[in-house]
């Protein structure tokens, strides 16, 4: 700044004549040599992925279904190479800078897609009830009722918490 101003440069034209006269000038007393004349770059390894190093990471646990939240949105996260399970495991959910998302874990990266809005819902049947459907095709099939619950009598509590009185002595 000051050469700038002892100099009356005003303008940009000016301000580089300025600076061709004063950086060599500058070099000279300032310049130091090298300890060790090798440059200290290194190139980059082939099996770094440049979109995956420049993005955005953030720690989550899977879920036991396979998904992961994301947003307000559940997403499902793909098979895993060696054929094991997410449930529980701990993952790198991988926000790329083209919008993508990836997971990682294990040192391995999968992109991830949305999950279906509502899954559907499995339930395990009686092995007589399948057994009873396949035999008689041309009856229809009720639901089995479910059983009332146990009464409860005053001489025998049903749950722990109703053992004891509300207040207990001191």
């Known amino acids: 700044m000051s050469e700038l101003r002892r100099a009356g440069a005003s303008t940009i034209e000016a301000a580089n004549i300025v600076l061709a006269r004063y950086l060599p000038r500058h070099n000279r007393r300032f310049a130091i040599a090298p300890a060790d004349p090798e440059p200290a770059w290194r190139a980059w390894p082939d099996e770094l992925d440049l979109d995956g190093v420049f993005g ?26 060696d054929g094991r399970s997410w449930a529980g495991r701990r993952i790198s959910l991988e926000e790329r800078l083209d919008g993508s998302l990836w997971v990682g874990a294990d040192g391995t990266h999968q992109r991830l897609i949305e999950a279906p809005a509502a899954a559907p819902i499995l339930r395990a049947r009686r092995l007589e009830r399948i057994e009873r459907i396949v035999a008689e095709p041309e009856t229809p099939v009720t639901a089995d009722p479910i059983p009332p619950p146990p009464a409860a009598s005053s001489s025998r509590p049903i749950h722990p918490w109703r053992r004891y009185p509300a207040v207990r002595p001191r």
């Open 56 to 81: 955005f990471c953030y720690p989550r646990r899977a879920a036991n279904d396979a998904t992961v939240a994301w947003a307000g949105n559940s997403l499902a996260l793909p098979r895993r190479p």
